[in-house]
T-cell receptor, first 111, second 114 residues
């Protein structure tokens, strides 16, 4: 699976959009981008995933660049409860091989 | 819908002792995973089951770790004997299918080895 690079930490003001970047320059054509988050003392939680089109759900939006070498997870109106470690993971479509987590980005939402 | 249940939440043991963790996945989920998360790191897959068969145990330290999933539902992860470096959170996850990336995680079992 392709390696991902994320900033170790970011801050965001409450109520503002949080934009979390991820670089996956070696991604292959059959690899999806997944985002998970982990709130302190909890297990990781699935957020969203995509292949090449932008995706949106009730939690977030995922913007993938046209060359697929990077993506951005957007939390449109961040709240204090969004403070967590956010993991960007690349995974081969339809594979039984499971998620390989990196160190993620610690997002701190400030009041 | 009930989530993934794990127990115990916390366990403190001395090195060379043994410990076991239990996981009950979401009903109907055929695939079950055990991950190890050391402080400050992302989770690392230890073993993956499809029903009661092992799909991947390549990162399981088999000299001291064992896991089973009898009857394809509950699972137990055992460490014997424990080492200091086994101090970590042990996360259980389940998914409906083996080839999906949407996993549902439990809250984890925090192990401290003294």
């Amino acid at each position: 699976d392709a390696k991902t690079t994320q900033p170790p930490s970011m801050d965001c003001a409450e109520g503002r959009a949080a934009n979390l970047p991820c670089n996956h320059s070696t991604i292959s054509g059959n690899e999806y981008v997944y985002w998970y988050r982990q709130i302190h003392s909890q297990g990781p939680q699935y957020i969203i995933h995509g292949l090449k089109n932008n995706e949106t759900n009730e939690m977030a939006s995922l913007i993938i660049t046209e060359d697929r070498k990077s993506s951005t997870l957007i939390l449109p109106h961040a709240t204090l409860r969004d403070t967590a470690v956010y993991y960007c993971i690349v995974r081969v479509s339809g594979s039984a091989r499971q998620l390989t987590f990196g160190s993620g980005t610690q997002l701190t939402v400030l009041p | 819908e009930a989530g993934v249940a794990q127990s115990p939440r916390y366990k403190i043991i001395e090195k060379r002792q043994s410990v076991a963790f239990w996981c009950n996945p979401i009903s109907g989920h055929a695939t079950l995973y055990w991950y190890q998360q050391i402080l400050g790191q992302g989770p690392k897959l230890l073993i993956q089951f499809q029903n009661n068969g092992v799909v991947d145990d390549s990162q399981l330290p088999k000299d001291r770790f064992s896991a089973e999933r009898l009857k394809g539902v509950d699972s137990t992860l055992k460490i014997q004997p424990a080492k200091l470096e086994d101090s970590a959170v042990y996360l259980c996850a389940s998914s409906l299918y083996v080839n999906t990336g949407e996993l549902f995680f439990g809250e984890g079992s925090r192990l401290t080895v003294l």
